[in-house]
């Protein structure tokens, strides 16, 4: 399985950004999706999780409200919609798969990972 992220940048502080993640090598339909961020010199965070089937999804306190996870399975493509962004959202931002219908935000439930986007918010 390959994670392909796209759609990161640098945007002014309230801005939008919207990240893609497309899989291929597997179809996406029963596994759980995630998104997490680094920021320098600090740990991977878990942002975001969307399970299968359902689509129950979890955000972290610090992104609630504001980011949206989604997926579509007919694309194979997992996205990340982030409004109101601020300079603490500034990481770079990656994309990850677990082979279980639900994992949460941490990241030893993923099994696979994307390359990283950059984002950047200045004030």
């Known amino acids: 399985v390959q994670l392909q992220a796209s759609g990161g940048g640098s945007v002014q502080a309230g801005g939008s950004l919207r990240l893609s993640c497309a899989a291929s090598?597997?179809?996406?339909?029963?596994?759980?999706i995630g998104w997490f961020r680094q920021a320098p010199g600090k740990d991977r965070e878990g942002v975001s999780c969307?399970?299968?089937?359902?689509?129950?999804?979890y955000y972290s306190d610090s992104v609630k409200a504001r980011f949206t996870i989604s997926r579509d399975n007919a694309k194979n493509t997992m996205y990340l919609q982030m409004n109101s962004l601020k300079p603490e959202d500034t990481a770079v931002y990656y994309c990850?798969?677990?082979?279980?219908?639900?994992?949460?935000?941490?990241?030893?439930?993923?099994?696979?990972w994307g390359q990283g986007t950059q984002v950047t918010v200045s004030s």
């Open positions: 990850a798969v677990s082979r279980q219908a639900v994992a949460g935000t941490g990241a030893d439930g993923y099994n696979y």
């Open positions: 090598g597997h179809t996406l339909d029963n596994w759980a």
């Open positions: 969307i399970s299968s089937g359902r689509g129950d999804t």
